[in-house]
């Protein structure tokens, strides 16, 4: 790695910590409402919903799943109706059933999945009264929950966690929207288009015939990136000029990315009244998150070792762009991964094969690395827990967290939310390499092709939405079977949570016992990170991404 690789990792952490306090604690003010404007009473009047009556935890989740159900159907309804609707300059026709169900699941859980091509399979309505809108949707549900959560562990002796409703409008006013606006207009000003034009026929320098969309694409771009939905308006992604046309643009994106994950932890910090322990977690998680980076650069930047043999040297170029840089695409493959935003500005597929393990593994660590917006915090909140009952159990004292004690019904519910990621995963994965539906879609044979198919699932299941490419999944199975990854990744560990909070809520305080404000902590949780995440997933890694690191030193390909 050379000196400006290594400067625009630490920029990157310059920008995004010192942003970090400003933006928590404004994120702070939009959960704690003084007082609400005319335009917040509105929709309060409108939905019928009462600012002062909060609700229990069970309340909540139904609100959530009630929420998710209908977003559901709405974006289902406005695919299957494409092609009657406006702003349809190719007059493309609805998706197949089964690739709307797939398209509908995916937005409606954050993840962002794309099975299709964006600019030959959505009109421009579709992408932003269906895709824009849920990319604000989506996360402003999974920032509720984290709020939920947090006011749980904050609270005493309560039976409320907040109301859903409120907390959904709250955010999508005073969060998403002003900071979209803000992000929308800076890459409109480096290129990224926002118009509503017919797609252009272009002569290329072979004198070939090519067809380009045009688009509302800034503002999809914008809330993809800062809600941690991923996806894009193009089937290249971020990898698109139109959609990431600069090295300055990729830079930008990468810090609007990171925006929240990291202020929502400063926010937590803020609301607990503990704001060492908030910065002793961001610190915890920068150290795995900079390693992953790290090793997954210096695996590019190296390259294929049968090239070197052939005096090619220069680094592994295959599937990155020039303006980014072969830094900039690993440092862009582990940040999107790290997070759950899941857009991509390079071929995952065809990255070094410890390249590609890192991003794989940033997944499958349980969205503990900064993780989505919402998501992120409350997954390693459960990390933190468990990191905690673990310590209890090793000094021989009843484990507590801010002078909560931890009891067997809070052991429980975390790790049922931790389990099912890890289910979903090696099921899935496990019927897909058994059937001929599964082998039938690969580009690619032996760990390769399994690396494939297990990124796609834990992709799905994680809500991430990126994808290692060479799996052609637009096929009936692996629609269904990814739908039901993500539906069930969503929800399976949102119930759970919530029953947390609703536990913690009525806890009484007592004295703290354990320093969760310490280097001591701070390396407990980067081990419990990787014993719970990388451990439960080393059999099947080795099966993929290390059997193919080995033996690429061997001479042995898998085209």
């Not at 974006?75 to 299957?80: E, F, G, K, R």
């Not at 900071?179 to 797609?199: D, H, K, M």
């Not at 801010?402 to 389990?419: C, F, R």
């Amino acid at each position: 790695m050379q000196i400006g690789d290594w400067t625009q990792l630490g920029f990157l952490i310059l920008i995004v910590t010192l942003l970090t306090k400003p933006l928590g604690t404004y994120l702070y003010a939009v959960l704690h409402p003084v007082k609400t404007t005319r335009v917040e009473r509105f929709f309060y009047r409108v939905c019928g919903i009462d600012l002062a009556v909060e609700q229990g935890w069970k309340e909540y989740l139904k609100s959530v799943l009630i929420f998710s159900a209908v977003s559901l159907l709405f974006t289902s309804v406005l695919l299957a109706l494409q092609g009657w609707l406006p702003l349809n300059p190719e007059n493309l026709g609805a998706p197949s059933w089964d690739l709307n169900l797939n398209i509908a699941t995916a937005f409606m859980t954050n993840t962002d999945w794309q099975s299709y091509s964006g600019e030959s399979t959505l009109s421009y309505f579709s992408q932003m009264a269906a895709l824009t809108v849920q990319n604000f949707a989506s996360a402003a549900v999974g920032l509720s929950v984290a709020a939920a959560l947090v006011r749980g562990i904050a609270r005493t002796r309560g039976t409320t966690i907040g109301n859903f409703w409120v907390d959904l409008i709250r955010t999508t006013l005073y969060l998403f929207l002003p900071l979209s606006i803000i992000g929308a207009t800076c890459l409109l000003a480096e290129g990224v288009p926002q118009n509503f034009r017919s797609y252009v026929t272009a002569t290329t320098l072979e004198g070939a015939q090519q067809t380009i969309a045009q688009g509302p694409v800034a503002s999809q771009e914008a809330i993809k990136l800062i809600g941690s939905n991923g996806g894009g308006f193009f089937n290249a992604s971020a990898a698109h000029p139109y959609e990431n046309p600069t090295p300055f643009s990729n830079f930008l994106q990468m810090v609007l990315i990171l925006l929240i994950p990291l202020a929502q932890i400063f926010t937590f910090g803020r609301w607990v009244k503990n704001k060492k322990h908030a910065w002793c977690m961001l610190a915890a998680l920068m150290v795995v998150f900079v390693s992953g980076a790290t090793l997954c650069g210096y695996a590019e930047i190296r390259g294929n070792p049968e090239m070197e043999h052939l005096g090619l040297t220069g680094g592994n170029w295959e599937g990155k762009e020039q303006r980014i840089g072969i830094f900039g695409s690993a440092l862009y493959a582990c940040l999107t991964t790290a997070t759950s935003c899941g857009s991509v500005n390079s071929m995952h597929d065809s990255f070094t094969p410890f390249g590609g393990f890192i991003p794989m593994l940033n997944m499958e660590l349980g969205s503990a690395i900064f993780g989505g917006v919402g998501s992120g915090l409350y997954s390693v909140l459960l990390f933190v827990l468990l990191a905690l009952f673990i310590a209890g159990l090793i000094i021989g004292r009843t484990p507590e967290y801010l002078g909560k004690k931890i009891e067997a019904y809070d052991i429980k519910m975390t790790v049922l939310s931790i389990l099912p990621y890890v289910v979903l995963v090696h099921l899935f994965t496990a019927i897909s390499c058994t059937s001929q539906w599964g082998l039938s879609s690969l580009n690619n044979t032996g760990p390769h092709g399994f690396s494939e198919m297990l990124y796609a699932f834990s992709s799905a299941a994680a809500n991430n939405g990126s994808a290692f490419a060479g799996l052609s999944t637009n096929t009936v199975p692996y629609n269904l079977s990814l739908a039901t990854a993500m539906l069930f990744g969503r929800f399976l560990i949102i119930a759970p949570v919530l029953a947390l909070a609703g536990s913690f809520v009525q806890k009484q305080v007592h004295p703290k016992t354990f320093p969760i404000s310490s280097f001591l902590f701070i390396a407990i949780l980067v081990g419990v990170i990787f014993l719970v995440g990388a451990l439960t997933f080393l059999p099947a890694l080795t099966m993929g991404p290390i059997l193919e690191h080995f033996v690429l030193f061997r001479g042995k390909l898998f085209p």
